[in-house]
């Protein structure tokens, strides 16, 4: 009876630690939304392109990055039939895996981005390449928002923004949308000092960036699991700076 104080107090002490907890994860993603609408973007824009305005990280960060597209690449063209598929590229960033996985003749992409400026970047690269079609959609949303099936989930480099459970949320959300396959890429947990001072270069500031975040692979291979998916692929995509986990999960 919520009219007893015994009983109603547990409940509405953890009701309080959830709405706390709802709070802080809107709060952070509130922050990475804004930094990708402004500093984020010019940073993340210039890096992903041939812009020679880069510093010496922001360069290997690319290099490193692209390896980590590549990869991807390599497994989807390995299992081929791509126009037979509908890819969904979750956090799609300025469309780095979406505009070449259209360009290989991709059955359906369907981009999307928390920020709307990156989608709007993404979107203006597709159309100058004459990539813009009914095959490749672009949408301004959070992961947590997306709904539908693909055949592939694909979301590269964005956990870093957010802690494991957060993450682990996501991986869960994710598999939801995939009927065969989800590819995931983050930043490993590993307590070696020169990963710690990667990623702090990666974000070097307070003023200029987000959090971010290693994740522990476990549990991120555990949350696939739950969800019915077990890993086929991994790699490591490293540059100076840049240190990135890609494991492909299949549906068992
Ligand atoms: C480091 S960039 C990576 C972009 C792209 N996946 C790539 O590899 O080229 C991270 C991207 O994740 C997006 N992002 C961060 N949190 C997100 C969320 N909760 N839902 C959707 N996108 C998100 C950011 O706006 C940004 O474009």
Same mark, same amino acid.
């Given at each position: 009876?919520?009219?007893?104080? /015994?009983?109603?107090?547990?409940?509405?002490?953890?009701?309080?630690?959830?709405?706390?907890?709802?709070?802080?994860?809107?709060?952070?993603?509130? #922050? &990475?939304?804004?930094?990708?609408?402004?500093?984020?973007?010019?940073?993340?824009?210039?890096?992903?392109?041939?812009?020679?305005? &880069?510093?010496? #990280? /922001?360069?290997?960060?690319? %290099?490193?990055?692209?390896?980590?597209?590549?990869?991807?690449?390599?497994?989807?063209?390995?299992?081929?039939?791509?126009?037979?598929?509908?890819?969904?590229?979750?956090?799609?960033? #300025?469309?780095?895996?979406? @505009?070449? @996985?259209?360009? %290989?003749?991709?059955?359906?992409?369907?981009?999307?981005?928390?920020?709307?400026?990156?989608?709007?970047?993404?979107?203006?690269?597709?159309?100058?390449?004459?990539?813009?079609?009914?095959? @490749?959609?672009?949408?301004?949303?959070? %992961?947590?928002?997306?709904?539908?099936?693909?055949?592939?989930?694909?979301?590269?480099? &964005?956990?870093?923004?957010?802690?494991?459970?957060?993450?682990?949320?996501?991986?869960?959300?994710?598999?939801?949308?995939?009927?065969? /396959?989800?590819?995931?890429?983050?930043?490993?947990?590993?307590? %070696?000092?020169?990963?710690?001072?990667?990623?702090?270069?990666?974000?070097?500031?307070?003023?200029?960036?987000?959090?971010?975040?290693?994740?522990?692979?476990?549990?991120?291979?555990?949350?696939?699991?739950?969800?019915?998916?077990?890993?086929?692929?991994?790699? @490591?995509?490293?540059?100076?700076?840049?240190?990135?986990?890609?494991?492909?999960?299949?549906?068992?």
């Amino acid at each position: 009876m919520t009219s007893d104080p /015994q009983q109603a107090t547990p409940g509405s002490g953890s009701a309080t630690a959830t709405n706390d907890a709802s709070d802080a994860k809107t709060a952070e993603k509130e #922050v &990475v939304r804004a930094y990708f609408e402004s500093t984020g973007f010019d940073r993340w824009n210039r890096i992903y392109s041939e812009s020679a305005e &880069v510093n010496n #990280v /922001q360069r290997n960060i690319r %290099l490193g990055h692209q390896k980590t597209v590549d990869a991807v690449l390599a497994w989807l063209q390995e299992e081929g039939e791509l126009d037979k598929r509908g890819y969904c590229d979750a956090g799609c960033g #300025v469309g780095s895996l979406s @505009l070449p @996985l259209a360009r %290989l003749g991709a059955g359906s992409v369907f981009a999307s981005d928390l920020s709307a400026a990156m989608v709007e970047e993404a979107r203006r690269r597709a159309e100058e390449e004459g990539l813009a079609s009914d095959r @490749l959609r672009f949408a301004v949303s959070d %992961l947590e928002s997306l709904s539908g099936s693909f055949d592939t989930v694909i979301c590269l480099d &964005v956990f870093i923004h957010y802690p494991q459970t957060a993450a682990e949320e996501m991986v869960r959300h994710l598999a939801s949308l995939a009927e065969r /396959q989800l590819i995931v890429s983050f930043a490993p947990y590993t307590p %070696l000092l020169a990963v710690l001072k990667g990623i702090g270069q990666l974000f070097p500031g307070p003023s200029k960036t987000t959090r971010a975040y290693q994740l522990k692979e476990e549990g991120i291979v555990a949350a696939a699991a739950g969800a019915g998916f077990e890993p086929v692929h991994r790699s @490591l995509n490293q540059a100076p700076f840049y240190f990135s986990r890609l494991v492909a999960f299949k549906r068992s």
